[in-house]
């Protein structure tokens, strides 16, 4: 598939189908996916700086795009956290990137996870949903010989969804695998 093609079939396919089950009367009615946002908390680089690099390194690869640390607001003495401390790592993904990002998820990187059994449909109110993962190696670009320490990430997906239902169809209308209630 070219790289467009999921957002050629958002077009072509999805808005259709999302207009006949939400009735809506205008294309400009109906969701879109705004932007995927992926997130690492890494507390552990407290003890250790060098987490932060493999983990903006692996970032970056999974998603073609440079990941950014984030940065501690303020102290946090029981933590051994310091204000401007790097103890994580995040890319948002737009555009060309996130279509592809999202494509490679679905296809090729959930159905590696063990025993899975679909994604939980739980939505945050909005129309954004969140997914965790528990193990970077799920996606291919992951060299496993490399890996020194197992990390999960979110996945948010931030959609123009007014409402849980209509980001729910939108997703699903993408491929999200979710469970079967």
């Known amino acids: 598939m070219n790289t467009a093609s999921l957002k050629k079939e958002y077009t072509e396919r999805v808005v259709t189908a999302l207009m006949k089950e939400f009735a809506y009367t205008s294309v400009m009615q109906v969701p879109k996916l705004e932007k995927i946002v992926l997130n690492q908390g890494l507390g552990q680089a407290t003890a250790d700086k060098k987490i932060i690099e493999v983990a903006i390194n692996e970032m970056t690869t999974i998603t073609g795009q440079k990941?950014?640390?984030?940065?501690?607001?303020?102290?946090?003495?029981?933590?051994?956290v310091r204000k401007k401390m790097p103890i994580g790592?995040?890319?948002?993904?737009?555009?060309?990137?996130?279509?592809?990002?999202?494509?490679?998820?679905v296809k090729v990187a959930l159905p590696r996870i063990r025993d899975f059994k679909g994604i939980e449909n739980k939505l945050d109110g909005r129309g954004n949903y969140t997914l965790g993962i528990n193990e970077q190696i799920i996606f291919p670009?992951?060299?496993?010989?490399?890996?020194?320490k197992l990390l999960g990430m979110n996945i948010t997906f931030v959609t123009t969804a007014k409402t849980d239902e209509e980001g729910f169809a939108l997703l699903r209308e993408f491929g999200l695998p979710f469970k079967k209630n």
């Open 141 to 148: 670009e992951i060299n496993i010989d490399t890996i020194t």
């Open 67 to 80: 990941a950014v640390a984030t940065m501690s607001k303020k102290d946090i003495s029981n933590f051994k």
């Open 89 to 105: 790592v995040r890319v948002t993904l737009r555009g060309v990137r996130m279509y592809e990002f999202l494509e490679r998820l």
